[in-house]
């Protein structure tokens, strides 16, 4: 079984203070259905170690077209809500598969109630409030339509952020997932102070810290696995997701579980 890295990113604003201080989430994006092979197991042995206070899924954990290992991964991922929050935001084969389930995959709507039944929130162009003391974070997820996935790269039209999910509050920490990181700036004019991704899968095969290849084909993707900041200062954290799907290729790219620690600004 494959081993999974650990990558720990560590979180300041000052929208936070002593309340929020340490509070962990784990991320989790691009497992698709595990047909990669990684210990799932020891990725939960990890998270325990962890011990987060929420878990964040960016999309992809399944896959659309194929039905194969689906029991293992809901088992893990159910295993995962009876101790931990999990709010799971669609990828783009999660979408596909609610948007036209006799194309993409008869199964996933079942499977999705299932999930939602076992505890596991699923945010689709909603926000829930993460409260402790007198703090909140407002927790989005985006869907985003399929042909912001195509290789022509279209342009993301002003307004539609707020279309999806409504006008953000500034005066509060936004947090959202959004499993596409190529339209990062669109995310942030939204107003999202962090936004965690996947999707890129590391750029499949990496030379030093630089992905080769996109998901969608594009070669050397800007957005393919580490903390990027906007010129705003807002900030977004890519993992390299956990597995593959139609070529089971990952070189120079172990699986990534991600770590985020969020500390007050002093």
Same mark, same amino acid.
């Given at each position: ?59 992809? /954990? =399944? #896959?659309?077209?194929?039905?194969? &290992?689906?029991?293992?991964?809901? $088992?893990?991922?159910?295993?995962? +809500? ?89 005066? /509060? =920490? #936004?947090?959202?997932?959004?499993? &596409?990181?190529?339209?990062?700036? $669109?995310?942030?004019?939204?107003? +999202? ?74």
């Amino acid at each position: 079984m494959r081993k999974t890295d650990v990558t720990e990113y560590v979180i300041t604003s000052d929208k936070f203070n002593e309340e929020f201080e340490g509070y962990k989430f784990a991320l989790l994006t691009d497992l698709h259905a595990n047909g990669y092979g990684i210990d799932l197991h020891y990725v939960n042995k990890i998270i325990k170690e962890q011990k987060p206070d929420a878990i964040l899924i960016a999309g992809d /954990m =399944f #896959n659309k077209c194929d039905d194969r &290992n689906i029991t293992d991964t809901s $088992n893990f991922l159910c295993a995962l +809500a009876n101790h931990y929050p999990v709010f799971y935001s669609l990828g783009n084969h999660e979408y596909k598969m609610l948007l036209d389930p006799e194309r993409y995959g008869m199964y996933f709507p079942a499977l999705y109630r299932y999930l939602m039944n076992n505890g596991i929130c699923f945010l689709e162009d909603e926000t829930v409030y993460l409260d402790k003391g007198t703090e909140r974070i407002a927790l989005s997820g985006v869907s985003i339509d399929e042909v912001f996935y195509n290789f022509n790269h279209p342009v993301m039209g002003s307004g539609l952020m707020e279309k999806h999910l409504g006008v953000a509050d500034r005066k /509060m =920490f #936004n947090l959202l997932l959004a499993h &596409n990181p190529e339209y990062f700036i $669109n995310y942030a004019k939204w107003g +999202a102070d962090l936004t965690l991704s996947g999707h890129v899968h590391g750029g499949i095969v990496r030379i030093g810290k630089a992905g080769v290849l996109s998901t969608n084909g594009t070669p050397f993707p800007k957005y393919d696995g580490n903390i990027y900041m906007s010129k705003s200062g807002k900030k977004m954290i890519v993992s390299r997701g956990m597995g593959t799907h139609t070529v089971k290729v990952r070189i120079n790219n172990r699986p990534e579980l991600v770590i985020v620690k969020i500390l007050a600004k002093k």
